[in-house]
């Protein structure tokens, strides 16, 4: 899996690619978001557009990312979730606990929109 890092103002967009499932990859975002918050950026849209399929590590990843970032008064939102996952969110009832957009735009201005 694949982690491409882009910042707009005070936004942090992380575009996964590949597989989560579980092990060093899972890690690698939540040590991603992590290290985003060290520098002081609490705002975070995961994209998985691009992510054809996930596990429940895949998912305990995001939520270890969503706890670190609530925990440090910042917000995580997914954007692009494919049918595939947006299912699964649904089977596992997380979709009442993620903030999902279908484009990273949208999930972007929705920082802003709150403000």
């Known amino acids: ?3 491409k890092e882009e910042i707009r103002d005070d936004v942090a967009i992380l575009y996964l690619k590949g597989n989560m499932m579980g092990g060093p990859e899972s890690m ?3 040590e991603k978001v992590k290290s985003l ?3 002081k950026i609490k705002k975070v849209v995961i994209d998985l557009s691009k992510v054809k399929w996930m596990n429940s590590s895949g998912l305990g990843a995001l939520m270890a990312c969503m706890t670190s970032l609530k925990n440090a008064g910042g917000e995580l939102k997914i954007s692009g979730a494919t049918e595939k996952i947006q299912n699964l969110f649904m089977i ?3 979709i009442t606990i993620f903030d999902t957009y279908e484009t ?3 999930a972007v201005a929705s920082f802003k929109s709150a403000e």
């Open 1 to 3: 899996m694949t982690i």
């Open 28 to 30: 690698q975002v939540h």
């Open 104 to 106: 990273v735009d949208r």
């Open 92 to 94: 596992t009832k997380l």
């Open 37 to 39: 918050i060290t520098d």
